[in-house]
């Protein structure tokens, strides 16, 4: 009784926080900080099954969501000004997101989970198109349009699965075990669906250029939030017709092939990023698919502190340097804390020890050796191209010719969350020893 | 006998219009006819509840109306005034058309025989949602004007109504949380329309 409690409060306080941040702007900081304590609280006393499923996948994404919403909030009351919308109304549209993401990991309705996923994206179009110019509108569209339209073909396989299984509530339609031509049909086309939005190829490619022309918190909590989320709902898909498992394995290596593959030739950083978040994600994806749950919410719990404070760092040198661009910041870079920040940072996204990623990326490795030599390969193949991308570009950056001064609460932030993802690395290990 | 023949006769009417829309370079006329196919949507519904009884499908049939054939129209006609000249930028239109055509041939094909083989006790009336659907798809694919991609996307989305309702009906809660994200999105469409009438692809920051 108290945790389903719990769980109200979980949604009905981004909602007062919301509404009251309209007035006075710290109050979104202050909400998601009780939103950080109550996800605790539920973590450790989980509501029994009923309109809510929330199995040990769903409580670290519970978590995560607060912290990274918490950490984003404290940052943005520094770094947003007034855009396409009022300030206030930024961070209204923030929590009721975060709300969103909220219903899409705890929700145990198929159907409900799609609405608050497609929710989420009718609340993310003005964050994303937040600075107004032309290329920000350009990617804003390509967003609206290409996730949309995925995510309909997501509600075309849920229509498939409420015909061949009368319902929809998860923990009824998981574990069935029943193998029929509308459940592949179903399955595919949800994979297909709801992986536009988690990244999967081949409908990721809204995501590399939202994330690079939306605010650096806006694309923070994609990375770290947003896309994980929806590969949950990939991961659930899965959990109801596991007899496709080899679909699910190929298309999430090929995404991570890909990524790894892009991220050698870029010229921004945000993008670069960008094409990270896509390569952690789906390896994260695997992790949950071939058994291997502790090293994949290792991998996503820490990926999204490190992703946070990449983007975050990346907020500081665009607002200080006013570029994106990473040639401009090898001339002219910025001093500690946000330069040690971003490094810290691209260790982490990039699975190097002691961080988390590596510890879950390890895992999820030794696992995946009893499944699929050869995804494997290609696994470790697309992560030592991505490892050798990220930190030669970042290395550049943060060796600059020229070095400007800034010493910002911006860059501290940063500089936290990324001393997080270690401190939960280090963790990690304690627990996988 | 008389109601499968009303209702084959309306989902039939439904996919021409779909034609029209891929085959037409100006903006007024997709939105109106945009409006024009939600309508029979809507009308299929009602049509259903005065058939079957179940009010679902008449709630399913006002908010389709309403929200779909009206109050999208209405945005979208709001949002392109002033804004446009009178028609998309781009040559061969036609030829669009043509391809379409032997695209949906194709699909006819493919999905009369998968619906044949995996859905032998369904109303034969599911192909003209399926067929929809997939119009919806290639006009947002086809075309590069603002406008049209989304009218692509809106006769996706009524494709997929009409999927559903002559497949089968889906709790209520879910069909209006459906129509609501569709109407979020398309008043989201017109702030975007409103600040960024056209498309320049030759971006640098959005390329790689």
Known sequence: MMSTVLMYLLFAVPLLGGASSLKWKFSSVAFSLVNVILAVLIFFNPPPVGAFFVDDVSKVFVVMN??????VMLYSTEYIKDGIVKEGWYYLLFMIYSDAIYGVVTINNLGLVWASLEASTAL???????????????????????????????????????????????????????????????????????????????????LPDAHTEAPATVSSSFSAVLVPSAAVVVYRIWEIAPFMTEYFLVLSGFSVLTASLMMARQKYFKRLFAYSTLENVNIGLIGLIVG???????????????????????????????????????????SYPTSTSLFLASLAVTGTPPFGTFVGELLIFTTLFHVSVPLLIVLL?????????????????????????????????SLASAILSLLVGLIAIGVVQ | MLEEQILSLAGLLVVIVSFFLVGQAYYKPIVRAQGVQSFIIG??????????????????????????????????????????GFRESVKGVASLLIIDLIAVAFFFVVIFYFESTVFQEVNDDVIFGTLLLLQGLMLSV???????????????????????????????????????????????????????????????????
């Open chain 1, 66 to 71: 607060a912290s990274i919403t918490f950490i």
């Open chain 1, 124 to 206: 993310t179009v003005i964050l994303v198109a937040y600075e107004k110019d032309n290329v920000t509108m350009e990617a804003t569209w390509r967003y609206l349009v290409i996730v949309s339209m995925g995510v309909s073909i997501a509600f075309v396989s849920i229509i498939l699965f409420y015909y061949d299984l009368h319902t929809l509530t998860l923990t009824s339609m998981i574990g069935r075990g029943e193998v029929s031509p509308i459940t592949v049909a179903a399955s595919l086309l949800g994979l297909l669906g709801f992986g536009t939005k988690a990244g999967i190829f081949p409908g990721y490619t809204w």
């Open chain 1, 292 to 334: 291997q749950p502790l090293g994949a919410l290792i991998l996503f719990f820490t990926h999204a502190f490190g992703k946070t404070a990449a983007f975050l760092s990346s907020g500081v040198y665009m607002e200080r340097l006013n570029t994106k661009k990473i040639e401009d910041v090898e001339k002219v870079g910025l």
């Open chain 1, 381 to 413: 193949t697309s992560a030592g191209i991505a490892f050798v991308s990220v930190n030669y570009h970042v290395t550049r950056m943060v060796k600059p010719r020229e070095e400007k001064a800034y010493s910002g609460i911006l860059g501290y932030i």
């Open chain 2, 43 to 84: 009308m299929i519904a009602v049509a259903l509840y005065v058939f079957s009884g179940k009010i679902d499908y008449l709630i399913l049939g006002i908010a389709v109306i309403s929200l779909r054939s009206f109050a999208i129209s209405f945005a979208l006609e709001r949002a392109i005034k002033g804004r446009f």
């Open chain 2, 142 to 208: 086809l075309r590069k004007g603002t406008i049209p991609q989304i009218i692509g996307y809106v006769e996706e989305e009524n494709g997929i109504v009409l999927f559903g309702t002559f497949l089968v009906s889906l709790p209520l809660l879910i069909e209006a949380s459906a129509l609501l994200d569709v109407l979020g999105l398309i008043v989201l469409t017109y702030i975007i329309i409103r600040e960024k009438p056209e498309h320049d692809n030759k971006l640098d920051e959005l390329v790689g």
